[in-house]
């Protein structure tokens, strides 16, 4: 287990942009990935971005490609994810989720596939 904890949610209005930030305690191994997930009421937890530990290559969700960025900070075991141009249906609880030994992306955007979640943070985009 990889426990995690976000931070940064918010209200913003269309256009603008927030940071979501997870910390992660425990160890981090190299083909282990971070991410990022949203889910509104009704609905699975949909991907939205991942990054491979070792290596830091991307997934992103079409939805958010050229909008979102992931990232992360080895030294310190946290992941962010810059949302910038945001639009009324990014609003969500986002989910910050941790995976061992995913690389292959079919497996990165399967939230079953995840070991740790987050509490979630509420994203709201007004328009």
């Known amino acids: 287990q990889v426990p995690v904890v976000e931070s940064g949610g918010g209200l913003v209005q269309a256009g603008g942009s927030l940071r979501l930030s997870c910390a992660a305690s425990g160890r981090i191994f190299s083909n282990d990935a971070m991410a990022w997930f949203r889910q509104v009421p009704g609905k699975d937890r949909a991907f939205v971005a991942a990054?491979?530990?070792?290596?830091?290559?991307?997934e992103y969700s079409d939805s958010v490609k050229g909008r979102f960025t992931i990232s992360r900070d080895n030294a310190n075991n946290t992941v962010y994810l810059q949302m910038n141009s945001l639009k009324p249906e990014d609003t969500a609880v986002y989910y910050c989720?941790?995976?061992?030994?995913?690389?292959?992306?079919?497996?990165?955007?399967?939230?079953?596939?995840?070991?740790?979640w987050g509490q979630g943070t509420q994203v709201t985009v007004s328009s």
């Open positions: 989720a941790a995976n061992r030994g995913a690389i292959h992306r079919v497996t990165l955007v399967n939230w079953k596939t995840y070991i740790s």
């Open positions: 990054i491979r530990w070792g290596g830091g290559s991307t």
